[in-house]
T-cell receptor
């Protein structure tokens, strides 16, 4: 693989269920990010990780959790999904968390919560 | 006030024309600026980044930054139908404070 992979590609989930979205990168990037993209609202940062072992909250963190056990993986968990979490979720990574570093995006996961 | 503002469009230009996309940002501390292209159903892909005032050219694309006016633009010369997409402006305030505009939809008419 080259770049960022996300799984699943799409998912329909019943409200109240737990769901983990997976993200793996092979670029040895230190920083990783989770965004959601909603029509009219654009991309909004959910959580980020500057380096393995550290995480931080973005603009819309409520209802989501993340972990960063190693450099390559950055899973996003919805503990109890709600319909308002229906969205397209993008994982991204950058070489560092520096201000000039470019973020590269995975292909996305389309999640529908019913 | 949103951190990054873009005109949502749609913007339509004929093939071969210049497409001009504009973006304003609210925080004067913003350090770096990016333009991403996003095709329908796909993920954003980087077109250009710019960090200092002035113009930066890459092929048919020119990014322009004016920090005094808090304004960044993207010009696409010789527009092609394959340029039809949504263009996202992004501003990096400081490391993890990365804000995106809602995007401008561009259609290039053959």
């Amino acid at each position: 693989i080259a770049g960022i992979t996300q799984a699943p590609t799409s998912q329909i989930l019943a409200a109240g269920r737990r769901m983990t979205l997976r993200c793996t990168q092979d670029m040895r990037h230190n920083a990783m990010y989770w965004y959601r993209q909603d029509l009219g609202l654009g991309l909004r940062l959910i959580h980020y990780s500057n380096t393995a072992g550290t995480t931080g909250k973005g603009e819309v963190p409520d209802g989501y959790s993340v972990s960063r056990a190693n450099t390559d993986d950055f899973p996003l968990t919805l503990a109890s999904a709600v319909p308002s979490q229906t969205s397209v979720y993008f994982c991204a990574s950058s070489r560092t968390s520096g201000a000039t570093d470019t973020q590269y995006f995975g292909p996305g996961t389309r999640l529908t919560v019913l | 006030q949103k951190e990054v503002e873009q005109n949502s469009g749609p913007l339509s230009v004929p093939e071969g024309a210049i497409a001009s996309l504009n973006c304003t940002y609210s925080d004067r501390g913003s350090q770096s600026f990016f333009w991403y292209r996003q095709y329908s159903g796909k993920s954003p892909e980087l077109i250009m980044s710019i960090y200092s005032n002035g113009d930066k050219e890459d092929g048919r694309f020119t990014a322009q930054l004016n920090k005094a006016s808090q304004y960044v633009s993207l010009l696409i010369r010789d527009s092609q139908p394959s340029d039809s997409a949504t263009y996202l402006c992004a501003v990096n305030l400081m490391g993890n404070q990365f804000y995106f505009g809602t995007g401008t939809s561009l259609t290039v008419i053959p």
